[in-house]
């Protein structure tokens, strides 16, 4: 069964996020900072990592549905016209 480049780098992406938000969240609250300001910034950080690997996602599938097509026209380039 073959998967996606696409499809690994969302659930990397995820993982990342999930992370990434529970770490900023352990680090406002080690420095003291209110409960809620610390939840809205892992809240920011969780948005941010996901919407950088959503667009980074986007752009590998974009990326990879290109490539079939440049093959194509350069497959038609090296065919000989007599």
Do not use: H, K
Not at 2 to 31: C, H, K, M, N, Q
Not at 38 to 52: D, L, P, S, T
């Amino acid at each position: 069964m073959e998967i996606s480049l696409d499809r690994y780098w969302t659930a990397l992406g995820r993982f990342v996020a999930v992370f990434s938000g529970a770490l900023v969240v352990l680090l406002g609250l080690l420095a003291d900072v209110p409960l809620l300001t610390a939840c809205a910034r892992g809240f920011a950080a969780y948005v941010a990592v996901r919407v950088v690997t959503r667009v980074g996602a986007w752009a590998i599938a974009w990326t990879g549905s290109l490539t079939p097509r440049e093959e194509a026209i350069e497959a038609s380039q090296e065919v000989p016209r007599g």
